[in-house]
Nanobody, 119 residues
């Protein structure tokens, strides 16, 4: 069994910062790419940021220069540092991991954490 557990969401004023964490647990052999997606009310889920096992990163244009994704491979954890937050960043943020575990390989999702940015 694999679990991804997110933490760090909350309510913040525009211009503020939040740091999200997502820890993967279970009989995991290797984690390939990890990513943060977000879904605002009434909108489709979209990629916010992604990071490979080697540390290469990719960002949505809307968050470039404000968000930073990083990972700690020893802890099977991915982070999203969000600075200069805007009301349009309000969404449920989901962690995703492409991993290999005792039961095979697949993409797994966390339960989501709410981020609300007030104007």
């Amino acid at each position: 069994q694999v679990q991804l557990v997110e933490s760090g969401g909350g309510l913040v004023q525009a211009g503020g910062s939040l740091r999200l964490s997502c820890a993967a647990s279970g009989s995991i052999f290797r984690i390939n790419a990890m990513a943060w997606y977000r879904q605002a009310p009434g909108k489709q889920r979209e990629l916010a940021a992604a990071i490979t096992s080697g540390g290469s990163t990719n960002y949505a244009d809307s968050v470039k220069g404000r968000f930073t994704i990083s990972r700690d491979n020893a802890k099977n954890t991915v982070y999203l540092q969000m600075n200069s937050l805007k009301p349009e960043d309000t969404a449920v943020y989901y962690c995703n991991a492409d991993l290999v575990w005792r039961g095979g390989r697949g993409g797994y999702w966390g339960q989501g954490t709410q981020v609300t940015v007030s104007s």
